[in-house]
T-cell receptor, first 114, second 109 residues
Framework: EPEVTQTPSHQVTQMGQEVILRCVPISNHLYFYWYRQILGQKVEFLVSFYNNEISEKSEIFDDQFSVERPDGSNFTLKIRSTKLEDSAMYFC????????????FGQGTRLTVV | DAKTTQPPSMDCAEGRAANLPCNHSTISGNEYVYWYRQIHSQGPQYIIHGLKNNETNEMASLIITEDRKSSTLILPHATLRDTAVYYCIVRVRGGKLIFGQGTELSVKP
């Protein structure tokens, strides 16, 4: 069964460093998303991406964040200068069409900023 | 932000049906109801979704009231592995999912 894969599963970084979280969505999917979940809190939407551009972003997704689909298979989330409060689980998701089809999530990357 | 209301927690005996309710009184006519679950801190797992009609798949059944203001997720024979947080989500235009606090389902032996 096709699945969304994310790497690495766990990343530890120093405050102020740049990190890139990687995702390989399901191959025929067209819509891509990043979500995050701070420990003990609910899952929060960050950004959606379609047709090689951001279609929607939340207030959390400020200038420190960027997304890219560099090669037609990978979908990345970059945090330019990490802060302690960026520590969270980051989930990538993808779906084939819009609202009417299910989005599948990866297993997440646990980002720890020290 | 969440357009749904769910009880914070529920218990269910192993082997029995688990019925998880959800209120979504402000749902619009073309918005879908989605159910996901999350076990520990794993990625949310898709369960089922529907628009107007009741739906059934290998995991669960979804019963949507005629006025679409509420729905019920049914796990017909709950197992210990079904212990998780279950999220009822009204999916907004554009496709993003807005997660609430969900219902923490505990399946007990």
């Amino acid at each position: 069964e096709p699945e969304v894969t994310q790497t690495p599963s766990h990343q530890v970084t120093q405050m102020g460093q740049e990190v890139i979280l990687r995702c390989v969505p399901i191959s025929n999917h067209l819509y891509f998303y990043w979500y995050r979940q701070i420990l003990g809190q609910k899952v929060e939407f960050l950004v959606s991406f379609y047709n090689n551009e951001i279609s929607e972003k939340s207030e959390i997704f400020d200038d420190q964040f960027s997304v890219e689909r560099p090669d037609g298979s990978n979908f990345t989330l970059k945090i330019r200068s990490t802060k302690l409060e960026d520590s969270a689980m980051y989930f990538c998701a993808s779906n084939n069409q819009g609202d009417s089809t299910e989005a599948f999530f990866g297993q997440g990357t646990r980002l720890t900023v020290v | 932000d969440a357009k749904t209301t769910q009880p914070p927690s529920m218990d269910c005996a192993e082997g029995r049906a688990a019925n998880l309710p959800c209120n979504h009184s402000t749902i619009s006519g073309n918005e879908y109801v989605y159910w996901y679950r999350q076990i520990h801190s794993q990625g949310p797992q898709y369960i089922i979704h529907g628009l107007k009609n009741n739906e059934t798949n290998e995991m669960a059944s979804l019963i949507i009231t005629e006025d679409r203001k509420s729905s019920t997720l049914i796990l017909p024979h709950a197992t210990l592995r079904d212990t998780a947080v279950y999220y009822c989500i009204v999916r907004v235009r554009g496709g993003k999912l807005i997660f609430g606090q969900g219902t923490e389902l505990s399946v007990k032996p």
